[in-house]
């Protein structure tokens, strides 16, 4: 059967309208729904599968019965763990998120043991990844520069390594400056790509990009079980000023 177009029908555009579900605060109503609808269906099926096996199989049975749904609900877990590779975490990310303020670490970020629950499915990761992502941008670019100062600390060549090639460039813009290269712009277009060449040697040797890497590994591993554990809690929105 087709359907005839309705000419009152209004389309609105993706960002717009999940711009609006998150400001009327439904992205954490559905978070929430979808996490007791879940949980419900997992209980009634459990106590359900648990009866029937008990009623009317023998008790080799019902443990076979009992194992084997345990180890569906394993493996599902672990498939939607998986699913987290696929995500991509930065989709919607915008400049006007980095440009907010960054949400308090114990009550915004960390949250309660009760703002953390296991995604009940790939969709469910997907909307919590992205929107957390979002949310803590900020936060999570702060573990990022924690973790590289702590990858510094355990590789002291790496930083002797970061520390020389900030000096060179320093040094370049103080030659630079001081005889007057913007006027030799062949003279300096040659020095230019001789110190990308040397900074690029003193990272390879000195192993900055193993510091790198381990930061960028750890924080992005961090990033995502944090972003896909954490319930999407409300915003609290600016407080407005009441009318005289």
């Known amino acids: 059967m087709a359907f005839s177009a309705n000419p009152l029908a209004l389309s609105v555009p993706d960002p717009t309208f999940e711009s609006w579900l998150r400001d009327s605060g439904y992205l ?5 729904r979808t996490s007791d609808l879940h949980r419900i269906s997992t209980t009634t099926t459990a106590s359900a599968t648990s009866s029937n096996s008990a009623t009317a199989d023998p008790p080799p049975v019902a443990t076979a019965v009992s194992s084997g749904f345990f180890l569906l609900n394993v493996l ?5 763990l998986l ?3 696929t995500i991509n975490p930065f989709s919607k990310l ?7 303020d960054t949400p308090p670490w114990t009550l915004g ?3 309660s043991f009760d703002s953390y629950s296991f995604p009940s499915s790939r969709s469910q990761a997907r909307m919590r990844v992205t ?3 979002k949310r803590y941008c900020r936060n999570y670019f702060t573990l990022f ?6 990858s510094l600390y355990q590789i002291p060549i790496a930083l002797a390594g970061l520390v020389s090639s900030l000096a060179l460039w320093d040094l370049f813009a103080y030659c630079s400056k001081r005889w007057g290269l913007d006027n030799h712009p062949v003279t300096r277009e040659c020095l230019l790509r001789l110190l990308q060449c040397a900074t690029a040697v003193v990272i390879f040797v000195c192993n900055v990009q193993t510091a790198i ?3 960028l590994a750890v924080s992005y591993a961090v990033m995502m079980l944090h972003a896909s554990f954490r319930k999407l809690t409300p915003i609290k929105q600016p407080t407005k000023g009441k009318p005289k």
Do not use: K, M, P
């Open 145 to 150: 520069i924690v973790f590289f100062a702590c």
């Open 28 to 32: 954490e109503v559905l978070d929430q």
């Open 94 to 100: 915008t400049n006007e998120d980095f440009a907010r």
């Open 213 to 215: 890497i381990y930061a």
């Open 131 to 133: 929107e957390n992502n």
């Open 109 to 111: 970020f960390v949250g």
């Open 76 to 80: 599902n877990h672990i498939g939607i």
């Open 83 to 85: 699913s987290l590779i």
